[in-house]
């Protein structure tokens, strides 16, 4: 069964940093593309930022380019986003989502909550 | 980027209505369009993919069309497990954007 697990969530201040991970299981992670996408409290869904299979590529929306880095480790299956210089704007539900290319993103994991606040 | 607009923000219909909501791309996105359905606290899920593809598992009774800049997501007869928020996405560019959402509501 394939699966993505997100964890790292939590309650940061202003300015502070997260790490955001995301486990897979039951599929070849590193033949997918691999996806975040938040949603704020009571809004719509946001596309953050994507990752080619190798790794050679990475795209962000604007708004978190600078702060936002995104990772994987094909080896251990996993996914990351390092989170810097964090806004309230940035509080949201973070949900990874493997990405399938032509058919869309047909795998999302849980979300974990990020809160930023003093 | 591409704007993806949808319409209508709200939806108030009754069971067994059919039910039509509409997408709009900025510019042309061919057919790399999906739509999702997600419901209170839980992620979305996919139901169409390439415009009118049907995931696996999802009820015929959602269907999808459009190719270019407009496109559709239509429920031919409204269920009660279909009221939730429905979200379009386009990933023609590497810079994927979704819709603002389509809340279907119970009339």
């Known amino acids: 069964e394939v699966q993505v697990v997100e964890s790292g969530g939590g309650l940061v201040q202003p300015g502070g940093s997260l790490r955001l991970s995301c486990a897979a299981s039951?599929?070849?992670?590193?033949?997918?593309?691999m996806t975040w996408v938040r949603q704020a409290p009571g809004k719509g869904l946001e596309w953050v930022a994507s990752?080619?299979?190798?790794?050679?590529?990475?795209f962000y929306v604007d708004s978190v380019k600078g702060r936002f880095t995104l990772s994987r480790d094909n080896a251990k299956d996993s996914l990351y986003l390092q989170m810097n210089s964090l806004r309230a704007e940035d509080t949201a539900v973070y949900y990874c989502?493997?990405?399938?290319?032509?058919?869309?993103?047909?795998?999302w994991g849980q979300g974990t909550l990020v809160t930023v606040s003093s | 980027d591409i704007q993806m607009t949808q319409s209508p923000s709200t939806l108030s219909a009754s069971v067994g209505d059919r039910v039509t909501i509409t997408c709009r791309a900025s510019?042309?996105?061919?057919?790399?369009l999906a739509w999702y359905q997600q419901k209170p606290g839980k992620a979305p899920k996919l139901l169409i993919y390439?415009?009118?593809s049907l995931e696996s598992g999802v009820p015929s009774r959602f269907s999808g069309s459009g190719s270019g800049t407009e496109f559709t997501l239509t429920i031919s007869s409204l269920q009660p497990d279909d009221f939730a928020t429905y979200h379009c996405?386009?990933?023609?560019?590497?810079?994927?954007?979704f819709g603002q959402g389509t809340k279907v509501e119970i009339k």
């Open positions: 510019q042309s996105i061919s057919s790399w």
């Open positions: 996405q386009q990933y023609s560019s590497n810079f994927r954007t």
């Open positions: 039951g599929f070849t992670f590193s033949s997918y593309r």
């Open positions: 989502a493997r990405d399938r290319g032509p058919a869309a993103m047909g795998e």
């Open positions: 390439k415009a009118s």
């Open positions: 990752i080619k299979q190798d790794g050679s590529e990475k």
